[in-house]
């Protein structure tokens, strides 16, 4: 049971140990593929586009120019020179053409509108910051009002859905456009790659999925959205689809962390327990493994049962924690130990814990850390630092729950001293006794369902063995009544038949 407990927790940390970045899918903008695709928008098609006005001699003479600019700015770029100079003699020109249109009561040309933004949008690549941004928002300015002249212009569609996908947090405009101009006949491998990643990060994974397969079809190489399908087919829980992709593209990018990360979660979820942990330790060697593949790393070893090389784990894995993010990750660990008893590893994991964020640690917090120590040491028999720890605990925090069982179960399971005689023992155990029932008592009625439940099944089983049994029986009716749990009604039944024989007996 504890060990598909914990696989279960793996398969909950496996998409957000894998999801693919953001910054991954814009490396689609630095590929080949993207250039010769933006290389095409400088142009004119008229077969789908607004048809150019030859009539008109103002933009009879302005293409031209635009042309030669354009020309000279890609043999400046061919030879690692800039050729911003040459496209913003292009805006200009351009700004100029469109202000004389505006100036005589016409409406500028959408052709020469989308031109000056497509060179605006590639100055907007060439730069960063607010340069950036201003060339971008230029840019759509143009956009907008192409297609205002005309909107169906296919071209226009395309490159605003670019740009505001290269912005932060304006994918749905991205969207938008991408899909009117799919609507319009588009049919280009980045735009359905894009709107897949769009579809992924919005969970419509039937969607992205189609999306990604039509940009694969016209660009079976593209790694990127290659790794964008290996990630929906594991969302979509098709493990072994998903490990036949992530095989390709490792064999591409044998160094890729996420890759790797990502291929033991499908291992996990298949049961394939020995090639995830090959995978994450492959990871590990490789030097690039960061905090949360180091905790997974530590949850498969807890799975083998194999417990020293899983503290060892968890405890890399909070050394290369860049802050408390995980700190609940990291306690979880530490009850993972203490419950398949590795009390030892436990405390080593504490250690590591308090030493990496001594300072950084909240009240809160060092109060868990010091009762988790202390529920250690109560089973590891240390009885006076467990004591000396818990009273700690008890006197920052009176309704700490888990101090108050751990103090419980110490005075519970105490041995009276063996100088005594026997009277004096009996004494001094139902002293001990007493001491524990008000602990649990007190825990009994935090503001903690699993700890209440905790409280009253430790309290029962101490009434058991005082041969209370009414009293184990309410106790452990009011620990079913907040949670049921199978394995203390089958507990409760024993009790119940063990009275019922008393009674029968007298």
Known sequence: MKKITILFGLLGTAVALSAISRQEVLEVYRSPQWERAFAGTYGIDSGVEPELDRQ?????????KIRENV??????????????????????EAEAYIRRKRNEGQQPSANI????????????????????????????????QAVEVFPNFRRVHTNMGHIYFRMENRREDAKRHFVRAVELGLNDAIVFGLLGYIYFEEGRYTSAENAV???????PGSFEFRQILAQLLFNQERYHEAQSALTELLYERPNSSDLWNLQANT??????????TQNLEMVRMMGVADSQSLRLLGDVYMNRNIVEDAAEAYREAIEAARDLTLYQSFIGAVRTLINFSGYDEAIAVIDTLEGRFEDDLSEEQEIELLTLRSQVNVVMGRGEEAIDNLEAVLRRDPFNAGALIALGQYYS?????????????QV?????????ILYFERAQDVD?????????VSHARLRVRRQELDEAIRLLESAQGLRRQEHIESYLNQIRQAVRARRARS
């Open 413 to 425: 399971d105490r041995t009276p001293d063996l100088d005594l005689d026997e009277e004096q023992q």
């Open 213 to 219: 397969r039509n940009s694969l079809m016209l660009n």
């Open 428 to 436: 001094q155990e139902r002293r001990f006794q007493n001491q524990a």
């Open 56 to 64: 008109d001699r103002a933009i009879m003479e302005l293409l031209p």
């Open 71 to 92: 020309q000279r700015a890609s043999e400046a770029e061919a030879e690692g020179r800039s050729g911003d100079q040459h496209l913003r003699a292009v805006v200009e």
């Open 267 to 276: 291992f996990i979820a298949t049961d394939r327990i020995d090639q995830a």
């Open 113 to 144: 509108l989308q031109i000056a933004g497509n060179v605006s949008m590639r100055l907007a690549e060439n730069a960063s910051g607010g340069e950036q941004r201003r060339w971008q928002d230029r840019a759509l300015e143009y956009f907008r």
């Open 448 to 456: 903690d369902i699993d700890q209440q439940v905790r409280a009253y």
